[in-house]
Each structure stands twice: as C-alpha cells, then as structure tokens.
C-alpha cells in the first residue's frame, strides 16, 4: 500500500505542540532523546538483524524502531522519526558507517578546502527521500496517539564530523580549520544551511510535527565562537524553513533549537526565533527562565546519567526538576541521549514522574 502525506489520523495527544507554541496544558508533555535506541531489547532486536542505516533507509524499519517506544511507555507525549544527522553528509556523497561500540566513522573526511567543491548540493535532498517515506508512514501508523518530530544536525555540528571523520573529543582539525580557514569554513556552513532548509520543509511536507536542530557539538565553541560560527546559521535555518513552508502553503511547525554546551549562550539563542530551546543538564532551569524571558519554551534537561540511580531517586529528582521549570512553555526531557545501558523501568520511572508532578 502507497500512503500519502496527506489525510492523517487526527491528533489525540497536542500536549507537545501546546507546549511549544504557549498554549496551556493539562500536563507537562514528555519525550525523550534517543527514545527509540539501544537500551530497549527491541531495538537491539532490529540492529541485530539490520544495519543502523539500513534502519535508516527503509521506511518499516525505521518506522518500526520510532513506535517501539511509544508501545512499551504510554506516559510519552511525542515519537522522533528514528534516523541520524549524519544522513546529509552522506545525501552529500560522504561515506559514513556505523561501527558497533565505535560511533560513525568517515573512512574520507574532507581533508582540505578544496574538497567543499567536490560535495554534491544538487540533488542532495532528493536522495533523502527516504526520510520523508519513512515520517510518512510512521505518520499513519502512529494513528494520531502523539505528534511525530522530525529533526536535523546544525551546520556546525555536521562540519565537525566531515572534517573529524567521526566524534572527536577534542575537534583540533575542526578548530585548525576555523583558524586557517575561516572563509571556507563559512562557505561550507552557507552550503550545509541551504541544504537543511530544504531538508527539514520535505520532512514537514511528509508529516513532521514539529523539527528539532542538534548542534550537538557547541560544547567546543567559546561564546564568541558560537556568535559567528553557530548562531547566525541556525537563525538563517529557522527564517529559511518559515518563508518556504510559506511560499509552499504548508502549515507552519515550531522548531526547537538543542545547543549541547551551550549554556553560555542562551541570550543569543533567545533571539534566532525558535519557539523552543532545549538544555542540557549543567543549566539551570531557574536561570535559564530568567534569561530568555516567558515567551519562550525550554525543554529539558535531567543528566541521563540519573537515570541509573533507582526508580525512587529518579521520581524524586524528576519532580524537582518540573516544580523549578514550571508547567507553562515547559517540555520535559533528558539534558542529552538517554544511554544504552539504562534500565527500562527508568523510563517508567521518569515520564510518570513528570505527569505527576504538577
Ligand atoms: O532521538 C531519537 O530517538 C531519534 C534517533 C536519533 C539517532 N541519532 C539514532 C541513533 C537522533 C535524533 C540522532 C541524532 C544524532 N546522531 C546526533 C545528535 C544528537 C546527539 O546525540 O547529540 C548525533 C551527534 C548523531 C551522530 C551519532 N549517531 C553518534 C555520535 C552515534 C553513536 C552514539 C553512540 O552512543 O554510539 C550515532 C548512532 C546512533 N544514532 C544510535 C542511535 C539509536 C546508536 C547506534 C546503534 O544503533 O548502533
């Protein structure tokens, strides 16, 4: 059967999209990042059977491991379409593997400037299909019970991994880029940020709800780095996708920005027009409310680290947590991926806790 992008079930659950746009809720929404992942047996099940991107590439699967968590824990109030940012270097023409235990490896990062020319922009977004089929159809499949997410790495974040060839703790051929080459590094950020753009309207065109930017990798960036190297980027991501989904009459969506390190700078982030900001754990939700003011939505942020203590601790530090966030423009969330060692009833544990607390 061939399903279409349009006509889907009706949406039983908006607490996610209320939550985001500074509607009232009757509870605070909860979700989890890299909720369909490897700490639930199912999923293991899947990768044993399958390759990561394969689970990518073919919408079953991928729509399969993003309703897995959504059967075993009825307290979420919203899915993410299972895929990884990773997807557009490779629509780029990047090779990327995932290795078990390793991470994604490049086996040819970009090793020079002049390797930005080689990159294949045209058609990048039509090799991403995929993606869309997949939101599609989980879109029909989901039957209305949560709003589904679509999401996308940032422009910097996906930079580092080209040039890294895979994670990097300390990103030194990243930062020896941003030293030598500071205008090849912004031409290959204005090449990242148009394909994007483009990429996050097809996945709203398929059926995603709301979209999620990861600049997973602002950890690195000082202040002032993440001023020009980041900010201006994501803005032109957030203008870009509302005057397209304008020009092509689709419903607008609110996004969210999810800047990993970057506590420092959450003023900035208050002013790129996301409608919602997410943070990881070592901020403050009381500072943090303070410094993007009540127009914004925050979402966030318990280390996934607690979630290894017992279900009992786990209650009581979540319920702190939502008291000091509050119920208005508040998503409930870990300050990161939750890991694959987590015990299953954490999740319970958690997302209870969060509809129970206010
Ligand atoms: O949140 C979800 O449930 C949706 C799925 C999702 C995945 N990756 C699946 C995944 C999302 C939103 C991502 C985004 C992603 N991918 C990010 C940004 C978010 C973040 O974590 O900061 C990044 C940096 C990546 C790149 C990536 N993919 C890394 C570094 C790794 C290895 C991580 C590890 O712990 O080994 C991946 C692999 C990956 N992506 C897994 C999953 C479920 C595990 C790999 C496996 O199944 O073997």
């Given at each position: 059967?061939?399903?279409?992008n349009k006509?889907?079930?009706?949406?039983k659950?908006?607490?996610?999209?209320?939550?985001?746009?500074?509607?009232?809720?009757?509870?605070?929404p909860?979700?989890?990042m890299?909720?369909?992942?490897?700490?639930?047996?199912?999923?293991?099940?899947?990768?044993?059977?399958?390759?990561f991107f394969?689970?990518?590439?073919t919408?079953?699967?991928?729509?399969?491991?993003?309703?897995q968590?959504?059967?075993?824990?009825?307290?979420?109030?919203?899915s993410?379409?299972?895929?990884?940012?990773?997807?557009?270097?490779?629509?780029?023409g990047?090779?990327?593997?995932?290795?078990p235990?390793?991470?994604?490896?490049?086996?040819?990062?970009?090793q020079?400037?002049?390797?930005?020319?080689?990159?294949?922009?045209?058609?990048?977004?039509s090799?991403?299909?995929?993606?869309?089929?997949?939101i599609?159809?989980?879109?029909?499949?989901?039957e209305?019970?949560?709003?589904?997410?679509?999401?996308?790495?940032?422009?910097?974040?996906?930079?580092?991994?080209?040039?890294?060839?895979?994670?990097?703790?300390?990103?030194?051929k990243?930062?020896?880029?941003?030293?030598?080459?500071?205008?090849?590094v912004h031409?290959?950020?204005?090449?990242l940020?148009?394909?994007?753009?483009?990429?996050l309207?097809?996945q709203v065109?398929?059926g995603?709800?709301?979209?999620?930017?990861?600049?997973?990798?602002?950890?690195?960036?000082?202040?002032?780095?993440?001023?020009?190297i980041?900010?201006p980027?994501?803005?032109?991501i957030?203008?870009?996708?509302q005057?397209?989904?304008?020009?092509?009459k689709?419903e607008q969506?609110?996004?969210?920005?999810?800047?990993?390190?970057?506590?420092h700078?959450?003023d900035v982030?208050?002013?790129l027009?996301?409608?919602?900001?997410?943070l990881?754990?070592?901020?403050?939700?009381?500072?943090?409310?303070?410094?993007?003011?009540?127009?914004?939505?925050?979402?966030?942020?318990?280390?996934?680290?607690?979630?290894?203590?017992?279900?009992?601790?786990?209650?009581?530090?979540?319920i702190d947590?939502?008291?000091?966030?509050?119920k208005?423009?508040?998503?409930?969330?870990?300050?990161?991926?939750?890991?694959?060692?987590?015990?299953?009833?954490?999740?319970?544990?958690?997302?209870?806790?969060?509809?129970?607390?206010?």
């Amino acid at each position: 059967m061939v399903y279409s992008n349009k006509d889907f079930p009706a949406l039983k659950n908006d607490r996610l999209l209320r939550a985001a746009t500074g509607k009232e809720v009757d509870k605070v929404p909860v979700w989890v990042m890299r909720q369909a992942g490897r700490y639930l047996p199912e999923f293991q099940a899947v990768r044993a059977q399958h390759d990561f991107f394969t689970v990518c590439r073919t919408p079953e699967l991928a729509c399969e491991v993003t309703l897995q968590p959504l059967r075993r824990y009825e307290h979420l109030d919203a899915s993410i379409i299972f895929s990884d940012i990773l997807v557009i270097p490779q629509a780029l023409g990047m090779t990327v593997e995932m290795h078990p235990g390793v991470g994604p490896v490049f086996p040819t990062p970009l090793q020079s400037p002049s390797e930005i020319d080689q990159l294949q922009e045209d058609g990048a977004v039509s090799r991403l299909t995929y993606v869309g089929d997949a939101i599609t159809l989980t879109r029909h499949k989901i039957e209305g019970k949560v709003p589904l997410i679509g999401f996308t790495g940032a422009p910097f974040t996906l930079m580092g991994y080209m040039i890294e060839g895979g994670g990097s703790k300390t990103m030194s051929k990243t930062k020896e880029w941003l030293e030598k080459y500071p205008k090849d590094v912004h031409k290959l950020l204005s090449l990242l940020t148009r394909v994007i753009i483009d990429y996050l309207v097809m996945q709203v065109e398929s059926g995603a709800q709301l979209l999620q930017v990861f600049e997973s990798s602002a950890d690195h960036l000082t202040k002032e780095q993440f001023a020009e190297i980041s900010a201006p980027y994501l803005k032109d991501i957030r203008t870009g996708v509302q005057q397209k989904l304008e020009q092509k009459k689709l419903e607008q969506v609110p996004m969210t920005v999810f800047a990993k390190g970057g506590g420092h700078s959450l003023d900035v982030q208050a002013t790129l027009g996301y409608e919602t900001i997410g943070l990881d754990w070592t901020v403050d939700p009381v500072e943090a409310r303070k410094i993007v003011g009540d127009n914004i939505t925050l979402q966030g942020n318990l280390d996934p680290q607690d979630l290894y203590k017992t279900p009992e601790e786990i209650k009581k530090m979540t319920i702190d947590m939502v008291q000091k966030f509050g119920k208005h423009r508040y998503i409930a969330n870990l300050g990161h991926g939750i890991t694959p060692q987590t015990p299953l009833e954490s999740m319970t544990a958690f997302t209870e806790a969060v509809h129970e607390a206010l």
